[in-house]
């Protein structure tokens, strides 16, 4: 556990593991490490699952702490982790963090490792970031309206700059964070997560603009209107222009599909995911966007 090898003395710091939701297995590894382990450690369990950002409100409420520092299951803290960060803090009430990120990917990475590898310049990720309790309860902690592991961190971010809260690089206080394992065509499930989009850009468009997506994904939108228009040209006769626009819909596919690929595994069995779920992935990402749009009330194209 690389929390008990941090280089500060173990009496300055207690660790807080929430689980989302009854976990019967993290439950008796927790209990296992707080026997052998010589730092205070304390295992929350949630009745039922309500996302990482209600499972976050629980542990630093919890906390004991002036500074709350966040990291997941799946990262490994540095030994000088809590070290940098007690090193920059001053005793000021109202100020956060945020360390770097290594993410090792394979010489040959999946299209999802490269997703995942895009963590290390993000600007704050609740992987490595640290707050203090103070400006934790000003700006509210956590939106739990964000029920998956996606954008509840842009929301804190935000919440802290509207708040004119500081956040302080520490590029010296690092984390690994591994990728996960992941199933064939995994890019297909993970389109889920864009109903977070909307809920992010309903309550700060500008912030969003500038720091999240620029633009709209225009080619996923161009993908379905040539599927909509093949449809509607061949069921009226048209054979060419139907043609025409399934030519059209093929380009833009396959140049999706390159892009994913070039810079990736270029094994028959990567490509062939890549082609597959390039030409799944718009009318996924469309529809979950407009469900958002339409849960949230706000257009996000």
């Known amino acids: 556990m690389r929390l008990a090898r941090q280089n500060i003395n173990s009496a300055w710091f ?27 450690l304390k295992y929350i369990e949630p009745d039922c699952k309500n996302g990482p950002a209600y499972a976050r409100n629980i542990g630093w409420l919890s906390a004991k702490g002036q500074l709350v520092a966040f990291t997941d299951d799946d990262c490994l803290p540095q030994c000088d982790w809590l070290k940098t960060v ?111 989009d909307a809920l992010l850009f ?11 997506s620029r633009q709209a994904a225009w080619n996923y939108y161009l993908v379905v209107l040539f599927t909509l228009l093949f449809i509607y040209f061949i069921l009226n006769g048209a054979i060419y222009l139907a043609f025409a626009n399934l030519c059209a819909l093929f380009a833009l596919i396959i140049n999706f599909a390159w892009k994913r690929t070039k810079n990736a595994d270029r094994s028959f069995k990567h490509v062939s995911e890549m082609l597959f779920t390039s030409f799944i992935i718009p ?18 194209l």
Request: glycine share 4%; proline share 4%; charged share 30%.
């Open 283 to 300: 009318y996924v990402a469309i529809y979950w966007k407009t469900y958002g749009a339409l849960k949230y009330r706000v257009l996000l």
């Open 202 to 212: 309903k309550k700060y468009p500008q912030l969003y603009r500038r720091k999240i």
């Open 86 to 196: 007690l090193k920059h803090y001053k005793g000021e009430e109202l100020i956060a963090y945020s360390g770097s990120t290594i993410v090792p990917i394979s010489n040959r990475p999946h299209d999802f490792e490269l997703n995942t590898a895009k963590l290390q310049y993000a600007d704050f990720i609740t992987a490595n970031c640290v707050c203090t309790k103070k400006a934790l309860i000003q700006i509210g902690g956590f939106d739990m309206r964000f029920k998956l592991a996606w954008r509840e961190d842009s929301d804190l971010e935000f919440k802290l700059i509207e708040q004119c809260i500081p956040i302080i690089k520490l590029e010296d206080a690092c984390v690994v964070h591994p990728v996960r394992r992941f199933p064939w065509a995994v890019s297909i499930k993970e389109q889920r997560k864009v109903i977070y």
């Open 14 to 40: 207690e660790v807080i593991v929430v689980s989302d939701g009854p976990d019967e297995q993290t439950r008796n590894m927790v209990k296992k490490m707080a026997k052998r382990a010589a730092i205070s």
